[in-house]
């Protein structure tokens, strides 16, 4: 069922509010993740699925210094690459997905990071989310992540409506923003997400959002 008009106003209303708040608060938002390339871009967001920005920093410095290049990553295996993730989430199947996905840009890619999505998913441990985020910060382009942070501030902010999955999520949020701003908006978010809408103890009273927030102290 379409919009109502009046719904449509007031949500296009709140997107303009958030969208101002942020350009002022914000207008210059950066990645966390530390990496000098593509490559140790993609390691790094590989491994900070389920994992703190701060864990991964600490852990890719001795990991791309023993294998500073896909090839020599593809040369390893899952066992000799797990003691530098060892600390992280997951490190058995990070340790798989890593060795994995050197192998696929070596033999497949000339060993470059592909700048598409349809190439980047082809590689293990590579989704949409780590896909938008490599193309956007990387590359440049005009691609919007999904991550936890993204998809609970959305919907506590009111800007996305019965949006169950990180890709509902993006669709709903890439209507309403404007697409020169999507690499912004999705460090606009994670950040927000991190340091002030967290997902158990939201700081609602140091929210620059708060006057207009429909689920000021909710705690979902």
């Known amino acids: 069922m379409p919009m109502p008009q009046y719904a449509k106003v007031l ?25 000098r390339d593509p490559y140790s871009l993609l390691v790094a967001v590989i491994l900070s699925a389920q994992c703190t920005d701060v864990r991964v920093n600490a852990i890719t410095p001795a990991l791309l210094h023993a294998y500073p ?18 600390s992280c989430s ?41 896909a938008n985020v490599v193309r956007a910060v990387a590359f440049g382009q005009a691609a919007f992540a999904v991550d936890t942070h993204v998809h609970r501030v959305a919907r506590r902010l009111g800007l996305t409506q019965g949006a169950k999955t990180p890709d509902a999520t993006e669709q709903q949020l890439t209507t309403h923003i404007p697409k020169e701003l999507w690499r912004k908006a999705h460090h606009w978010f994670i950040l927000h997400g991190r340091y002030v809408c967290q997902a158990r103890r939201p ?18």
């Open 69 to 86: 290049t896909p090839a020599a990553l593809a040369a390893a295996t899952p066992s000799q690459v797990f003691p530098y993730i060892s």
């Open 203 to 220: 700081k609602c009273s140091e929210c620059g959002l708060a006057d207009f927030c429909p689920r000021i102290g909710v705690e979902s």
């Open 90 to 130: 997951y490190p058995n199947a990070k340790a798989d997905h890593l060795v994995g996905m050197a192998k696929g840009l070596v033999e497949r890619f000339n060993g470059n990071v592909p700048t598409t999505e349809a190439e980047l998913i082809t590689l293990p441990g590579v989704g949409r989310k780590t």
């Open 11 to 35: 949500l296009d209303e709140r997107y303009r509010k958030v969208i101002d708040y942020f350009q002022e608060a914000m207008p210059a938002p950066e990645p966390e993740l530390r990496y």
